[in-house]
């Protein structure tokens, strides 16, 4: 049985791409998912539309009260190709090198040489989104406008659009065009926090030991995922797995679930450290 | 189990965890705010913060099994790695980079690829001038219909002059927009963008807009408007036309650079090309924008035909004196 833990790894090594600091430290950066992309473009899309609604608002006031209504149109129409065009230029070349979207789906642009990110870069991956993105849409805008039924300028939009919106999923580095032509990727980096440690002091005193066997059952990717199911704290699967870990090491069954799981998540926890302290990591139960 | 054997994993967290929320604080208020929003002590502060966390990092990973504790401190040191080492300009300052040295620098670096491009127009024009002509039926296939808005050879000479002068009752407001923001900048970006498919419909492009000018050349010129026409055009003509043919020469830098690489990888080579064409695009957009206003009000206030000559000329002779005058570069 291929098994999870192998699986895992490799689908964390496709998603990983190295990046050494100066210090000579792998940072191991995750590329962004073809979800988060997505959700983030669709995050901007939204707050663009938002502020163009907000903007068409105020400068039809403008026009209605002041009866400026040229000066109102130029503002607009100048407002408008500012938006398209700057929104997503003038946000990633922040400190942050994300748009709100990214900021709150957790992503970042990041050159893929892994220096610094400039400014021709930015601009390069932006002005490609015009023609993976606005100007198919803009074709079916006044296609759709004209009324004439030109299916064929519709289709081939359509196509168009496809052809680019999916690119990100036929690489392996989630590049779309822009990135490609602009030496960038987007990259998962969100803000976390950190949580407290399962074997932290004040927690009550572990009464349950197990011997070497019971110890060697497991490997630091089944203990990870102990400590995944401890931290999310969900009762079923709490029991599921207090009960797959009692048939394998056949003990401890008149303990409640979860004092059982962190009674063990402890002691495995201690004795995989330990043996790591020696030079021996056990990846899973099947490395030995 | 004694806590003594668990003494090396609890100092890492002891020992550090302050710094570490230290620094996170430190990024976090960068990233929200700006580097600026943090004290001179901070800043010192926060290189020998990155430094700990990444070497409390690799301690982690070489000890610890504590998924949370990895996955944290990965996250912390990558936020802190793009501080570090990340951008170090505000927008501000590349604004004015931008402005004073790397637009002209990356038009100056297109100079072959602007040659072929002011070529191909000039073919294009000559061509669909001679074509037009020859057989006026040929001034439909150039210049959609939209765009020539009754400027034909089924016009009168009295109404084609009128669409030079004044502003025969359409409203200066309506052709500032729809000529700025369609068709110039679709040409231009389309030129561009449409480089990476080798260069081909780039090509194809340029000469189908020299094209249109050479057919409307030969439609007023057949009734003796030509000078007029010249003028009519050149006002803005010069900055519209010289920033579609920078468009062109940059899909055109790119094409090249995927077909032929040279030393570097494809990739590698449509990388290099596409920041450099990125940079020069940029530079068309502020071209078009003035373009259009010089199109939009300079041209419907203005009805001289020499003033107009003269103010096309010296925007033409302004705008190369930007991109190719020799300039003292930054770093000597």
């Known amino acids: 049985m291929a098994d999870y833990a192998v699986l895992h790894r490799e689908q964390e090594a496709r998603s990983r791409r190295t990046l050494i600091t100066p210090e000579g430290v792998d940072l191991s950066l995750r590329l962004a998912d073809a979800g988060q992309r997505l959700s983030a473009f669709l995050l901007d899309l939204v707050f663009m539309l938002l502020i163009l609604i907000a903007a068409t608002v105020v400068a039809a006031l403008i026009a209605v009260s002041g009866g400026l209504w040229r000066i109102a149109l130029i503002v607009w129409l100048l407002g408008f190709f500012v938006l398209r065009n700057c929104y997503f230029i003038v946000m990633e070349m922040g400190p942050r090198a994300a748009t709100f979207g990214k900021r709150i789906v957790g992503t970042r642009v990041v050159a893929r040489s892994g220096a610094r990110l400039t400014a021709d870069a930015v601009i390069a991956r932006n002005l490609m989104r015009e023609i993976e993105f606005f100007l198919p849409l803009s074709f079916l805008a006044a296609s759709g406008a004209d009324g004439a039924g030109e299916t064929a300028t519709t289709i081939i939009g359509l196509l168009w659009t496809c052809i680019f919106l999916f690119f990100p999923l036929f690489n392996r580095d989630r590049l779309r065009i822009g990135d490609l032509l602009a030496g960038t990727w987007v990259i998962s980096a969100p803000k976390r926090s950190l949580g407290f440690d399962l074997i932290a002091a004040g927690r009550p005193a572990n009464r349950l030991t197990f011997t070497p066997e019971q110890l060697d059952a497991y490997g630091a990717f089944e203990l990870q995922t102990l400590e995944r199911v401890l931290r999310a704290g969900n009762s079923e699967a709490l029991t599921t797995v207090a009960d797959t870990i009692r048939a394998k090491i056949a003990a401890w069954d008149n303990v409640p679930d979860v004092e059982f799981l962190n009674a063990y998540y402890e002691a495995l926890r201690i004795h995989l450290e330990r043996k790591l302290l020696f030079g021996k990591r056990r990846l899973d139960k099947h490395d030995r | ?332």
């Not at chain 2, 040191?77 to 604004?95: D, E, K, N, W």
């Not at chain 2, 007023?220 to 579609?244: K, S, V």
Request: aromatic letters at 12%; a neutral charge.
């Open chain 2, 1 to 332: 189990m004694s806590d003594l054997e668990a003494v090396g994993r609890f100092n890492l967290r002891a020992a550090r965890e302050a710094e570490w929320h230290q620094l996170d604080q430190l990024v976090t208020i960068a990233e929200k705010k700006s580097p600026r929003a943090l004290s001179d002590e901070d800043l010192m502060a926060l290189p020998v913060l990155y430094r700990s966390a990444l070497s409390s990092l690799s301690v982690a990973r070489e000890t610890s099994l504590d998924l949370e504790l990895i996955v944290f401190l990965e996250s912390l040191c990558a936020r802190a790695y793009f501080f570090v080492y990340g951008v170090r300009t505000s927008p501000l300052r590349r604004i004015e980079q931008f402005f004073v040295r790397d637009w002209p620098a990356a038009v100056r670096s297109l100079w072959r690829e602007t040659l072929i491009a002011t070529f191909l127009t000039v073919v294009g024009a000559i061509a669909g001038f001679l074509l037009v002509r020859s057989d006026p039926l040929w001034f439909d296939a150039f210049v959609p219909e939209g765009l020539a808005s009754g400027r034909n050879f089924a016009a009168s000479t009295e109404y084609l002059r009128g669409t030079l002068y004044g502003s025969d009752g359409k409203d200066w407001l309506s052709i500032f927009a729809t000529f700025l923001f369609t068709h110039n900048s679709q040409i231009a970006i389309m030129a561009f963008a449409l480089g990476f498919a080798f260069g081909v419909p780039t090509t194809f492009l340029i000469i189908y807009n020299g094209g249109m000018l050479g057919a409307f050349f030969a439609l007023f010129g057949a009734r003796g408007l030509g000078f007029q026409l010249g003028g009519w055009l050149i006002i803005h003509g010069t900055t519209e036309i010289f920033a579609i043919i920078i468009a062109g020469a940059a899909g055109l830098r790119i094409g090249w650079s995927v077909v032929f690489p040279g030393e570097a990888s494809r990739l590698d080579s449509a990388t290099a090309a596409g920041r450099t064409a990125a940079i020069a695009m940029a530079g068309v957009v502020v071209m078009l924008f003035v373009a259009g206003l010089l199109e939009g009000i300079g041209r419907q206030m203005i009805t001289n035909d020499l003033v107009r000559y003269a103010i096309g000329s010296t925007m033409l002779l302004l705008w190369l004196g930007f991109y190719y005058l020799p300039r003292r570069t930054a770093d000597g």
